[in-house]
């Protein structure tokens, strides 16, 4: 199998449990980085050849690989994945589907998205929660509360809440940057209401203009001058594991603002078409223990904050157990539930670029005062030139 | 006592050349020609990787056409000339004066000054790229605790900018950090050619010159700089090549990305994400030789501005 961090340790977790299904076959788990990881898989691919029997790819990257016709589709005999459907979580399935109705991998974790506020600050602002959640324009003006009690900033960057925006409102069928017809989406309301409000938030001077995992972004995150992160629940793991433990029960968790969504990141497990069909039936049987083993599933989460994708673990009792990071908050019920509502967007070949060129976009209106619509629309030629290649 | 290799074994002379150089052939051909060929063969078809070699298409013209037109081609195209100037002359401008410095005030430690500043060019990308990420940090990077240090100079102050510098998150300061990064990792490996150039300078020429009462500056300008100047040659081509090629040091300052704005975006960062984070072989393959047709044609006009004059007029 071949994976890169985290997703890794999984697997090679998982190795005892599977020596007891085949006691004579042996798993070598090869790690890489993660963009290694997919350019070595792409490589693969691409030549057919050092192919894995099992090839973990991370969501951002599943657009590009389940373009090609290089990956087993799932949903044909032997493996019929649909059969397993509804024991996943819905939009992680949907995810891996594409719009022929192949699947191209199976789901192994998920990214539900949280708020995560400082609760200090929050109080020290003489706020809630729920002002911060109402909807966007309370958080803008929590926001300015907060800054003026603490001088903390309400997000590390302005553009962290494009990226939730634009994910909200999206129609079935539709990508976040291209309709079903790759025609790209970026003059629409999602991108206009994202833009406005990042502006908003920049010209007010309440984001720290960090970029996410930079020093500063970190430093920020350690010594209370950021107020609010907007990521997945996994975050937590990091920030109490390494990035920040020193502020340990100083924060919460909570649903993103005004009831949005989210998703950030999330693990697929595929198979290579290119492989014998023997290995095929073995890698199949070790993506079913990674994926829709209940105990697999919550050992992953308890050791690498890997979200389950198996709906019937959701009940387990882990789930109500006190984080003490948060304060002993029971955020992972509010995670699940983030986890249920979640629906998936349809993932395009083009979404790295248009990413790109959104947050290109999104950097002349803040930085260079260039107007939203302008810099929307020459963000939208851009994709326009690019669809089709 | 010499031992004898069998007659089978022994290689005729006809054949020994071949021999020999074999290995050179074959590592040539696998790891310089074939790619060369592949990438022009690319170049000219579509191609979707996850599909595998079969699912190439030949396209004619397009990818080079999409090249040509494509904004962040050029925008790369602009960049990496602004970064081959910006670090590239800089490197020579110093290196020359340093390396005659170095050549007349140190002989016990010369090796030691030397190994100085030779050693960022042998230093491995990662450990730089924590390095200066570090110093560039806006809030807790030394390089903004040393101006914000300076601004307390009074005669300094008005130079100093008043806040802390977003080295890495603004456009215009992404450039000059990377220059900054290029040239601190290259002009020790040019004061390292230029001595090499100055150790071959006969000393009887200065000792001429001396005695005649020309000036250091003036045996610097008529026997030093004409003396190193095939080295010269040698040194700025190896700058205008790798200049037009710069990929390390933008890729580790900017994250992969090419920075904000693709402000740090090269032309060798630009088709590497093409191929590898975009997906379109082909476009990158296309816009690997029209950058390859404009090293050439820099180093050509390199070879016209440094090559020897004709004394006889």
Excluded: C
Aim: hydrophobic share 50%; no cysteine.
């Amino acid at each position: 199998m071949a994976a890169y961090p985290s997703v890794d340790a999984i697997a090679r977790a998982a190795i005892p449990a599977w020596k007891r299904i085949h006691p004579d076959l042996n798993i070598e788990v090869i790690s890489r980085q993660i963009t290694d990881h997919h350019t070595a898989m792409m490589t693969a691919l691409a030549t057919e050849s050092y192919l894995p029997d099992v090839m973990a790819i991370e969501v951002s990257y599943l657009g590009r690989f389940s373009r090609g016709g290089g990956l087993e589709n799932l949903a044909q005999p032997p493996f019929s994945i649909e059969a397993f459907k509804p024991e996943f979580v819905p939009y992680a399935f949907d995810q891996a589907t594409t719009k022929t109705d192949s699947v191209v991998a199976a789901p192994s974790d998920v990214g539900p998205g949280t708020l995560l506020y400082r609760h200090d600050i929050l109080q020290e602002a003489g706020s809630t929660i729920e002002d911060l959640q109402n909807s966007w324009e309370n958080f803008v003006a929590v926001g300015i509360k907060i800054k003026r009690a603490s001088g903390a900033y309400l997000v590390a960057n302005a553009s962290d809440v494009v990226n939730i925006l634009i994910r909200t409102g999206v129609r079935s069928n539709q990508g976040l940057y291209f309709d079903e017809n790759d025609q790209p989406l970026i003059t629409t309301s999602r991108f206009v209401e994202g833009f406005t409000l990042a502006a908003q938030i920049r010209k007010a001077s309440l984001d720290a203009q960090v970029r996410t995992w930079s020093t500063d972004w970190a430093q920020g995150i350690r010594n209370g001058k950021i107020a609010t992160l907007m990521s997945g629940a996994w975050l937590v793991g990091h920030m109490s594991n390494w990035l920040a433990p020193q502020t340990r029960g100083l924060w919460r968790a909570a649903q993103l603002p005004q009831k949005t969504w989210a998703a950030y990141g999330g693990s697929f497990l595929a198979l290579p078409k290119n492989i014998t069909a023997s290995k095929k039936r073995y890698a199949w049987d070790f993506v079913k223990l990674l994926s829709l083993n209940a105990t697999r599933q919550l050992a992953a989460f308890k050791s690498e904050d890997a979200f389950p994708v198996l709906v019937n673990t959701y009940h387990a009792p882990f789930f109500d157990e006190p984080i003490p990071f948060l304060g002993g908050q029971r955020a992972r019920r509010l995670w699940r539930e983030a986890a249920l509502n979640i629906r998936a967007v349809q993932v395009h070949s083009q979404d790295a670029f248009a990413a790109e060129v959104v947050n290109t976009a999104l950097f002349k209106v803040l930085h260079e005062g260039k107007s939203i619509k302008a810099s929307l629309a020459q963000a939208q030629r851009l994709l326009e030139r690019r669809v089709g290649r | 006592m010499s031992m004898k290799i069998p007659k089978s074994l022994r290689i005729s002379p006809a054949w020994a050349p071949y021999v020999l150089l074999s290995p050179f052939v074959t590592l040539f051909f696998i790891f310089g020609l074939f790619p060369l060929g592949f990438s022009l063969y690319l170049a000219f078809h579509s191609w979707e990787p996850a599909s595998g070699l079969a699912s190439m298409s030949f396209v004619g013209l397009r990818n080079f056409e999409f090249a040509l037109r494509d904004p962040w081609f050029w925008k790369s195209m602009g960049n990496t000339t602004w970064l081959a100037l910006a670090a590239g002359v800089p490197q020579h401008l110093i290196a020359i004066p340093l390396a005659v410095f170095i050549q007349a005030g140190f002989k016990r430690f010369r090796n030691i000054v030397v190994g100085v500043y030779f050693m960022p060019y042998i230093t491995s990308t990662v450990a730089i790229a924590i390095l200066f990420s570090s110093l560039f940090s806006t809030d807790y990077g030394l390089i903004n605790q040393a101006l914000h240090g300076l601004s307390h100079i009074p005669v300094l102050r008005f130079l100093v900018p008043v806040g802390p510098i977003d080295w890495l998150g603004r456009p215009q300061y992404v450039k000059p950090a990377i220059a900054v990064i290029v040239f601190w990792r290259y002009v020790g490996f040019n004061v390292v050619l230029y001595l090499a150039a100055l150790q071959t300078i006969p000393k009887d020429l200065y000792e001429a010159a001396t005695m005649d009462g020309a000036s250091s500056l003036q045996q610097f300008w008529n026997i030093t700089l004409p003396s190193i100047r095939p080295m010269m040659y040698f040194a700025v081509t190896l700058s205008v090549i790798g200049g037009l090629q710069l990929f390390d040091e933008a890729f580790i300052l900017t994250g992969g990305h090419g920075g904000p704005d693709q402000a740090g975006l090269t032309t060798a960062l630009y088709l590497y994400r093409e191929a590898f984070d975009f997906d379109d072989f082909g476009g990158a393959s296309a816009m690997s030789w029209v950058l390859f047709a404009f090293v050439a044609l820099l180093t050509w006009l390199t070879n016209i501005a440094f090559r020897p004059r004709n004394r006889s007029a």
